[in-house]
């Protein structure tokens, strides 16, 4: 069975990742999904979400999928799927009885569900432990599943781009 082309864009915080994966899908398709794993947490967030909205038009089917993205249907789609940090957000504070151990497996057994799709998935993460050490553990532990998802996904997939400053920079 064909699995899907994975192309991975990670960088900072309003480093270009949704721009650029955005018209990276663009090129490939003129129907692009997005699949959104981000809860409204707060009003912030709203206004974040509603810029991205704003921001991909309405030639884009969004998918709200906060946790089970392999229940996604994509099967010969172009899917940007934004973001990796707010879907193990969702995951972590879903199962805070877990170990992060327990958590890294849980994601990725979903991802690798995800990746069984044939479909091709443009993924963004966030790299958030480019900085110094977190100051609370909650925040040094998230900060670890962070990392080890981001490499998880970095070794399968077929490409690697990290934003810059809104520059794209080929990893893979």
Known sequence: MKRAGI????GGQRSGKSRFAQEWAMKKTTKPYYLATS???DDDFKQRIARHQKDRGDNWTTLEIPVHLSQADVTGKVVVLDCITMWLTNIYFDNQ???IDE?????KE???KLFEKECELIIISNEIGMGGHAENEIA????DLQG???????SLANTVTLMVSGLP???K
């Open 39 to 41: 809860r409204i947490w």
């Open 148 to 154: 080890w998802t981001n490499q998880f996904i970095a």
């Open 97 to 99: 009885s877990l170990t």
């Open 169 to 171: 920079l080929k990893i």
């Open 110 to 112: 979903e991802l690798n």
């Open 7 to 10: 192309h991975f864009v990670t």
């Open 140 to 143: 040094r532990k998230f900060a």
């Open 103 to 107: 958590i890294l497996e849980i994601a």
